[in-house]
């Protein structure tokens, strides 16, 4: 693995260094001053709603390549602010077979991680609605007209994009930049032994949540961030009785929800998988509003610890989530169609703990990280070939894919 940010104290990962010396950080920073004006223009008119925006360019230029490790194959993943695109495409040695896993829309916009519907992907961008602009030729133009003129260089056969949900997939068949490109979906895969059912009675018992309560889950890395929806969760809440016996369980970064009608807890953050696992199995219902995602970790977690999922109809959330077998689904941003879901759910137990059964099912069979692992290695066969060095590359291939899965805690 070569990372922008290392976390871990594993051989395997290469941390990027920028490079020392005067002419190296004038260079750098200069470049990275020119990145700061391009975008400020449209500091005053970007809705607060907007999504995480990336462009092409980054301060590192040809730095982060030459760094690169030495491989057979390069497997790219979320790179924004790391690798510069032009460089990177520039410095590709010939022959170079390339996998590149995309965990959202950015690399085929003008720099939105997510459309939110507006479409212009399939064009050529420009009037961005989440930079507020009404100028055909602003700066997402410029950027989609550079990713296709370094990804026009590149032979059809070079390229395997892989996608987590079919939904993205989708999305990368519509566009004109990366729809030559054959194309696979491998969801992420989990530690089935590590998110699992455990003991809800010892669960709630820990976490100091009543053994009677109906326990409805949020989790997101920020809870008031707009895009995770925490919102749309409130005001299904505001037309359900206080003596429901709903409890509300939140984790993530921010403030305390204000919640006055129904207990509460809020745990600001957890590290340990294990007792996240048990996070969601004190759980009766877990909810995600989220109105544009690929393929929440979230969710796969919730389903591998046996916790029924109500979620928005959007991005790649049905592909986990099956309308009365693993969970329901909602209308993107209808409150009121949430909160039904989340009562039918509740107000069954027996349906509820069929869904459990289902849920659990539906992870082994599809959500294993064994079977991550085995789809990656099947691809990484295909693009090195299987000639005289096939059994170099196929060692090549199982060490990639392992190290694609060990990639939680690095950037």
């Known amino acids: 693995m070569y990372v922008l940010d290392k976390y871990t104290n594993d051989p395997w990962v290469t941390r990027f260094q920028s490079s020392r010396g005067r002419i190296a950080w004038v260079a750098r920073n200069a470049r990275r001053l020119r990145l700061t004006f391009s975008h400020r223009r449209y500091a005053k008119t970007s809705p607060p709603e907007q999504t ?242 690929n393929l929440p970790n979230t969710m796969l977690e919730a389903l591998a610890c046996g916790t029924p999922v109500v979620g928005f109809a959007t991005g790649g959330i049905p592909d986990g989530v099956r309308p009365e077998v693993t969970g329901l689904l909602a209308k993107t941003g209808d409150s009121a169609e949430l909160r039904t879901a989340i009562l039918k759910i509740l107000n069954n137990d027996a349906r509820r703990a069929e869904m459990s059964a289902n849920c659990r099912r539906v992870a082994v069979a599809e959500y294993d990280l064994s079977l991550q692992t085995s789809r990656y290695v099947e691809i990484y066969k295909e693009m090195l070939g299987r000639g005289a060095g096939g059994v170099v590359n196929e060692v090549a291939a199982h060490r990639l894919a392992a190290n694609s899965n060990n990639s939680k805690g690095e950037g």
Not at 60 to 77: G, K, S, V
């Open 52 to 293: 995480f925006f990336s462009e092409d360019r980054t301060p590192f230029y040809e730095d982060a390549c030459r760094q690169m490790p030495e491989t057979e194959l390069i497997n790219l993943h979320w790179m924004a602010g790391f690798l510069d695109l032009g460089a990177f495409f520039g410095w590709l040695p010939a022959g170079m077979p390339l996998v590149w896993t995309l965990h959202d829309m950015g690399n085929f916009t003008g720099g939105c991680s997510q459309d939110l519907g507006c479409g212009k992907f399939t064009e050529q961008c420009g009037a961005c609605p989440q930079l507020g602009s009404s100028d055909e030729g602003d700066l997402t133009r410029d950027v989609w007209r550079r990713k296709k003129k370094y990804y026009s260089t590149l032979l059809s056969e070079r390229l395997h994009i892989v996608t987590p949900s079919r939904w993205l997939g989708e999305q990368v068949n519509r566009s004109p930049l990366l729809s030559r490109f054959s194309r696979s979906v491998i969801p992420y895969g989990l530690d089935l032994e590590v998110f699992k059912p455990r003991d809800r009675h010892f669960s709630r018992e820990v976490l100091g949540i009543p053994q009677d309560a109906k326990v409805i889950l949020f989790v997101s890395n920020g809870l008031h961030t707009h895009l995770k929806g925490f919102k749309y969760l409130v005001g299904a809440l505001e037309g359900v009785s206080s003596s429901s016996g709903i409890f509300l369980l939140c984790l993530g970064f921010g403030s305390s929800p204000a919640i006055e009608r129904f207990p509460h807890a809020h745990i600001p953050s957890m590290t340990n998988d294990r007792s996240l696992s048990m996070v969601y199995s004190a759980a009766d219902v877990f909810v995600l509003p989220s109105l544009a995602d």
